[in-house]
């Protein structure tokens, strides 16, 4: 069974940056695909981000294109989004999932039901 732990959220001002952890327990994260969902007050909950399991391909949503980094630590086994000049509107729960299989289209992995494992989440709130 796949765990996932994630931590790293907290209050910030419009502009700054934090980096999320998203530790995995049960699998290597390289035998996962890994990804970033986010859930704004109100809001369907939505991709961010994605890093593939063996190809390491890389694919963001175009409101965080640019500011937000994922990335991928074999060794410890955890998933990282770094998010640099946050905005208001990027307050939401951040969520960590992960998937030991590939998705059926490149559009499917944007689909929260097409991931396996989740994890508790993490409140990131940014203040104007």
């Known amino acids: 069974q796949v765990r996932l732990t994630e931590s790293g959220g907290g209050l910030v001002q419009a502009g700054g940056s934090l980096r999320l952890s998203c530790r995995t327990s049960?699998?290597?994260?390289?035998?996962?695909?890994m990804a970033w969902f986010r859930q704004r007050l109100g809001k369907e909950r939505e991709f961010v981000a994605r890093?593939?399991?063996?190809?390491?391909?890389?694919e963001y949503a175009d409101a965080v294109k640019g500011r937000f980094t994922i990335s991928r630590d074999d060794p410890r086994d955890t998933l990282y989004l770094d998010m640099n000049a946050l905005r208001p509107d990027d307050t939401a729960a951040y969520y960590c999932?992960?998937?030991?299989?590939?998705?059926?289209?490149?559009?499917?992995?944007?689909?929260?039901?097409?991931?396996?494992?989740w994890g508790q989440g993490t409140q990131v709130t940014v203040s104007s």
């Open positions: 049960g699998r290597n994260i390289d035998e996962l695909h």
């Open positions: 890093f593939s399991r063996i190809h390491r391909n890389i």
């Open positions: 999932a992960a998937m030991d299989y590939a998705a059926t289209s490149a559009a499917a992995y944007r689909q929260v039901d097409e991931w396996t494992y």
